[in-house]
């Protein structure tokens, strides 16, 4: 990226993301995400439970035939 100027610091600031953060983590299957044009998706397994889990795969699979047009 291109430095910017940013009010009350005298130089350029260079910017920066941050990106695969979580990379350790999706090892050990925890975490779920995928993020593109259109599209952003975060799950944490490790935060819900059975039902939550359920919920969220009903969801998803609605979500999916959606996208297939059914």
Do not use: C, H, S
Request: net charge positive; no cysteine.
């Amino acid at each position: 990226m291109e430095p910017i100027r940013v009010k009350g610091i005298q130089r350029d600031v260079r910017p920066y993301a941050l990106q695969n953060v979580l990379a350790e983590r999706d090892e050990k299957n925890r975490f779920i995400r995928t993020e593109d044009e259109g599209i952003r998706l975060f799950l944490d397994l490790a935060k819900m439970n059975k039902r939550q889990r359920t919920k969220a795969a009903k969801n998803l699979e609605k979500a999916a035939a959606k996208l297939r047009g059914t």
